[in-house]
């Protein structure tokens, strides 16, 4: 089916429909959410699991030999991705373009 562009995309009559309208029919997951410790932050929930008590152990490798750190993006990459060695220390080959 082919779609004729410059046609119109709707008619007056059934284009509008009021911002409350709309509000009805979408859920407010939010109500009640003002009163949380943390309003800022407000957290993901993953439905069905409860992770309250769950920690998560991440191990930390320092940079090894075949690695920089670019001074620029300040990304740990491979000796590969090195541009070249600036007055402020290696510049990874994305910072340089």
């Known amino acids: 089916m082919a779609t004729d562009y410059d046609a119109p995309r709707k008619s007056e009559d059934d284009s509008s429909e009021s911002i409350e309208a709309l509000k ?21 929930e993953l439905a069905g699991a409860d992770l309250s008590d769950v920690e998560l152990d991440v191990v930390v490798l320092p940079a090894q030999q075949d690695e920089f750190t ?28």
């Open 70 to 97: 670019c001074m620029s993006c300040f990304l740990v990459k491979h000796r590969s991705q090195l541009d070249h060695e600036g007055p402020e220390g290696p510049i990874c080959k994305e910072c340089a373009a």
């Open 24 to 44: 009805e029919r979408v859920p407010d997951n939010r109500a009640g959410s003002s009163n949380d410790e943390d309003s800022d932050n407000p957290g993901f």
